[in-house]
Nanobody, 126 residues
Framework: QVQVVESGGGLVQAGGSLRLSCAASVRAYNNHAIGWFRQAPGKEREFVAAVSWNDESTYYSDSVKGRFTVSKDNADNMVYLQMNSVKPEDTAVYYC???????????????????WGQGTQVTVSS
């Protein structure tokens, strides 16, 4: 099965840091790109970051580049999103997701991801 479950959200002050975790099933971790997305109230879900299934190449949206880091931990099939220098506009529900097909070039399109976690709330106070 392809499954992902995210955790680690919470309340953080602007300028602070937070790390989100995504626990992936073995099949998801070994065969699928894992992406992070977010959805703020009244806005569409948007791409944040992704890591490839095979060579750990990473991809970022312009809004988080240089502040967020996505990484994989092979020991326990975890994917992390380290969020540094957070801003109030980072406030959203964050989702991790596995891509639709697997063993393909990493996509930043929400439409290429089919296996979603339940989401975790991140709130940045000013």
């Amino acid at each position: 099965q392809v499954q992902v479950v995210e955790s680690g959200g919470g309340l953080v002050q602007a300028g602070g840091s937070l790390r989100l975790s995504c626990a992936a099933s073995v099949r998801a971790y070994n065969n699928h790109a894992i992406g992070w997305f977010r959805q703020a109230p009244g806005k569409e879900r948007e791409f944040v970051a992704a890591v490839s299934w095979n060579d750990e190449s990473t991809y970022y949206s312009d809004s988080v580049k240089g502040r967020f880091t996505v990484s994989k931990d092979n020991a326990d099939n975890m994917v992390y999103l380290q969020m540094n220098s957070v801003k109030p506009e980072d406030t959203a529900v964050y989702y991790c997701a596995a891509d639709r097909v697997g063993r393909r070039p990493t996509s930043t399109s929400i439409y290429e991801y089919s296996y979603w976690g339940q989401g975790t709330q991140v709130t940045v106070s000013s």
